[in-house]
């Protein structure tokens, strides 16, 4: 079973970028902790398509705690110079707001609609 589930902090701006193809994606790097080792920090590469992409761009910054769950894969690849390459990436399936983040933050940031709770008004 191929599943990872990572906590960190996003370590660069955020970029939505579209492929030849017209697909989103956005690649980001989140610095996790390592459990079990003092001041050991690992940063792991992290890829978002489609949707997933558009909502970690619109809604995450640099700095900011994000909660990650996806699957590890790789690439092979050679480079210029002959080398053969592999690079590990967590494609993110699933990705939410890590701790730390009050309502009322989001809020003032128009993160969170703020709806009126009347089952009249109701988004859905």
């Known amino acids: 079973m191929n599943n990872i589930s990572i906590t960190g902090n996003i370590t660069h701006d955020l970029e ?4 030849p193809d017209g697909i989103l994606v956005c690649t980001f790097t989140v610095a996790v902790k390592r459990p079990g ?19 970690i761009t619109r809604y995450f910054a640099k700095g900011q705690k994000i909660e990650i769950i996806g699957i590890l894969t790789t690439r ?20 939410a707001f890590g ?9 003032s ?5 703020d709806f009126d709770c009347n089952e009249e008004n109701l988004p859905f």
């Not at 939505?16 to 492929?19: A, W």
């Open 37 to 55: 080792a003092k001041d050991k920090t690992d940063f792991l590469n992290c890829v978002a398509w489609r949707q997933k992409a558009e909502f």
């Open 16 to 19: 939505l970028k579209t492929t």
């Open 99 to 107: 701790e730390g983040k009050k309502k009322d933050d989001l809020l």
């Open 76 to 95: 092979k690849w050679e480079d210029k110079n002959g080398n053969k390459r592999t690079a590990y990436e967590i494609m993110v399936n699933d990705a």
């Open 109 to 113: 940031k128009d993160v969170i609609p």
